[in-house]
């Protein structure tokens, strides 16, 4: 009897996927917890490799190392093999300073887990929580990018276009902001590139 219910994959964001995915590997269904999100991000979510459902991932939010398990009705034997299949995409997929560092680490501790794949599916939690914060600034405050420093400054006003028309005027009054990039002007995808180069400023 076919399943009245079929899994469906929920689309891919199109804002990510107009920056320019970096990886392989993709999160879909991402349930973020913050109320237990601790040393690491409390989560969960499904993983995808080019664009297949391969398992399930997760992480309690105490410092440990990601849980990876299989999707309902997936064999153990396809999971084992789709997991080593994604520890070597993800080292494939990291730059040579990281995948140096992934040497080194096993040449360590030869019984250790390769991290890389550890990396990537942090990184990915990471892009889309810095995502969903620009959306939520985005939506209620102005938003400029300052090339000269590579920070992001807000205003409190609602990004209307007669508020930012009028915050323009004030500031060319003053003979600034022409290092300037209003965010809320942009196309998501391209606000995003700027908001991800003052986050990585930070850090």
């Excluded at 920056?19 to 979510?45: M, Q, S, V």
């Excluded at 309690?60 to 009705?73: M, R, S, T």
């Excluded at 939690?125 to 300052?146: A, G, Y």
Aim: proline letters at 6%.
């Amino acid at each position: 009897m076919r399943n009245p219910n079929p899994f469906v994959a929920s689309p891919t964001d199109p804002t990510l996927d107009a920056f320019g995915r970096r990886y392989p590997i993709e999160l879909k269904n991402i349930d973020f917890n913050p109320h237990f999100t601790r040393e690491t991000h409390c989560f969960r979510a499904t993983v995808y490799l080019d664009g297949k459902r391969v398992m399930k991932v997760e992480n309690d939010g105490n410092g440990g190392a990601h849980n990876y398990y299989p999707f309902h009705g997936q064999s153990k034997e396809s999971f084992r093999t789709m997991l080593d299949e994604a520890q070597e995409k993800a080292y494939e997929s990291l730059d040579d300073s990281l995948r140096e560092e992934c040497r080194s680490i096993l040449i360590n501790n030869p019984h250790a887990e390769n991290p890389a794949l550890e990396w990537v599916i942090t990184e990915l939690v990471n892009e889309h929580l810095c995502l969903k914060e620009m959306r939520k600034k985005l939506k209620s405050k102005i938003t400029i990018f300052d090339k000269k420093d590579g920070k992001v400054y807000e205003y409190k006003m609602k990004p209307l276009a007669p508020n930012i028309k009028y915050l323009k005027s004030i500031i060319a009054d003053k003979n600034e902001g022409e290092s300037y990039v209003w965010l809320n002007d942009l196309p998501e995808s391209e606000a995003f590139v700027y908001w991800r180069k003052s986050t990585e400023a930070k850090s």
